[in-house]
């Protein structure tokens, strides 16, 4: 069965809109840090996605009272179609498949929503804020507006989850009732987020985020989402998608990438779109990279994104999708023929998967 990229959608802390993002990658621009604080301990910094980009948010009812992650992922969903020229109208609809992939989640109205409980009981619980607690919030707004009555489904993971809903929509592809599949991942960042990380020993207390550093200093975590539509046609082939492996411990992560990579590297490809993100992760891929595919160009769109989590291996796929259809990689030009997408998440998830221009 081949499947491709037929098109893609991009909310990141450098605005929205594929064409615009790449470009001020390709222009050498990172993101830029912000503060968050807390009465609960010190400052961190974080990538926010910028209002102007909120801005391309689809005028709708159910975006009106919605979290940010659900926004996110409503402006890339709905520019991926865009992208491919498809309109979906009622028999499209239902032979698309809805496919989210999500870490953290609504973790600000779920905040909200719980701290009103603890301040002032039971009987201060908002109905309007509650449904936004869940994981699949974005999933059921984003099919709402587009009319996906059918297939619709949230996976959770780490960094690695955006790839393993990649392999879902392949699966899914495999029955002749879809025609495409749209893969959503999208996070928001919030000061909780922010101290979890740091006591997990994965967060860096000031930018930038520096990618294959040894010994590796921490990433700063930033919010977004990424969308690609999968169909049978579509300018971008896909050659094949790893589901990779599990690891228990960090010293493992090694082993688990290697196994990713003997998969998927013959023959070598031209560029590898790793998920380095100046963590522990870095070294597991570099070690992956000499052995298997020592001549490729390696990009780490993290450097200038920051550690989207669950839409992070979507702007992984987004960047090297752009990077072979454009010919150019941020401060050099790249004629490249195939790409390999090494995901390794922080919480014990490794996949990934190969394109080809």
Known sequence: ????????????????????????????EAAVAEALSSPLGRDY???????????????HPRLRRSSAISRFAAIAGVEALAN?????????AKRTALIFAISNGGVIYTKRFYHDIVESGAQAASPLLFPETV??????????????????????????VGTLALKMAEDLMADDAFDYSLVVGAEEADWLLCDAYRKWRLLRAAPPIEPFQEPPRGTILSEGA???????????????????????????????????FAELCAPPPGLIS?????????????????????????????????????????????AAAQALITKKL??????LQSALISTCGLNQQVAGLRITA
């Open 1 to 28: 069965m081949s499947l491709r990229i037929a098109g893609m959608g991009w909310v990141t802390p450098l605005g929205s809109g594929v064409e615009e993002v790449w470009q001020r990658l390709l222009n050498g």
């Open 45 to 59: 910094p974080v990538f926010r996605v910028p209002a102007s980009a909120l801005a391309k948010a689809p005028a």
């Open 84 to 92: 491919a020229n498809l309109k979906l109208d009622a028999d499209t």
């Open 135 to 160: 994981f699949n919030a974005p999933a059921s707004h984003l099919a709402a507006m587009l009319g996906i009555t059918g297939a619709s489904y949230t996976l959770v993971g780490d960094g690695a």
């Open 226 to 260: 990424g969308a690609v539509l999968i169909s049978r046609e579509g300018p971008i082939p896909i050659e094949k998608i790893s589901s990779g492996t599990n690891f228990q411990k960090q010293r493992e992560a090694s082993d688990a990438v290697e196994k990713v």
């Open 274 to 318: 790793a998920s380095a993100n100046g963590t522990f992760i870095d070294g597991a891929e570099q070690k992956a990279i000499q052995k298997h595919s020592p001549n490729a160009r390696v990009y780490s769109v993290k450097a200038a994104l920051g550690e989207s989590v669950g839409a992070s291996s979507l702007w992984q796929t987004i």
């Open 330 to 335: 941020p401060g050099k030009t790249a004629v």
